[in-house]
């Protein structure tokens, strides 16, 4: 069982390219999120899905574009990178009730110059 | 808006000397308060999920206490293994989303 897995694992970009960060989760959960962590600031949402083609704003969503078309499937979107979200993004997923915790992949840990 | 404050910071213990990290929120309509832990270069790890006042959960060395006002995270007789990130996270309403603490480093030395 593989849980939550993100690709790739570290990424190097200059400012103003496009990327796009890869979830998938096998635990057939209807939640997935994306946070960000940077030092000092703890876990932020980015934006959040509770279910195949629905998405939602978290936190901090500018810069960050979300789709959902599968269940499994929750990619995250950099359209412009910018040298602020340098950053580690970890994508998560949970059952969606009330109550049920969220599961982590190991994160991206994302650079922009 | 939720919040969550951790403390202390960061905590260095000798191994077997017992402390306790606190989590302090401001909630409404508090669904479960959830604690993780995190090591360098990984994800959160689930440990516990505590859903009303006076409830407590156990596993090995960690014990983990909940008020209206605070959680608790005990920690007994600890080893340099469970030197980590200790993360405390809420969640409210309806929503499934947490809201994290900035999290407490533990550092246990021999």
């Known amino acids: 069982n593989a849980g939550v897995t993100q690709t790739p694992k570290f990424q190097v970009l200059k400012t103003g390219q496009s990327m796009t960060l890869q979830c998938a989760q096998d635990?057939?959960?209807?939640?997935m999120s994306w946070y960000r962590q940077d030092p000092g600031m703890g876990l932020r949402l980015i934006h959040y899905?509770?279910?195949?083609?629905?998405?939602d704003q978290g936190e901090v969503p500018n810069g960050y574009n979300v789709s959902r078309s599968t269940t499994e499937d929750f990619p995250l979107r950099l359209l412009s990178a910018a040298p602020s979200q340098t950053s580690v993004y970890f994508c998560?997923?949970?059952?969606?009730?009330?109550?049920?915790?969220?599961?982590f992949g190991n994160g991206t840990r994302l650079t922009v110059t | 808006e939720d919040q969550v404050t951790q403390s202390p910071e960061a905590l260095r213990l000798q191994e077997g000397e017992s402390s306790s990290l606190n989590c302090s929120y401001t909630?409404?309509?508090?669904?479960?308060l959830f604690w993780y832990r995190q090591d360098p270069g990984k994800g959160p790890e689930f440990l516990f999920t505590?859903?009303?006042a006076g409830e407590e959960k156990e596993k090995e060395r960690l014990k983990a206490t909940l008020t209206k006002k605070e959680s608790f995270l005990h920690i007994t007789a600890p080893k340099p293994e469970d030197s980590a990130t200790y993360l405390c996270?809420?969640?409210?309403?309806?929503?499934?989303?947490?809201?994290f603490g900035t999290g407490t480093r533990l550092q246990v030395t021999l």
């Open positions: 635990m057939n959960h209807e939640y």
């Open positions: 899905s509770v279910g195949a083609g629905i998405t």
């Open positions: 909630v409404s309509g508090l669904r479960g």
């Open positions: 996270a809420v969640q409210a309403g309806t929503a499934s989303k947490l809201t």
């Open positions: 998560a997923s949970s059952l969606g009730t009330g109550g049920s915790p969220l599961h």
């Open positions: 505590l859903y009303s």
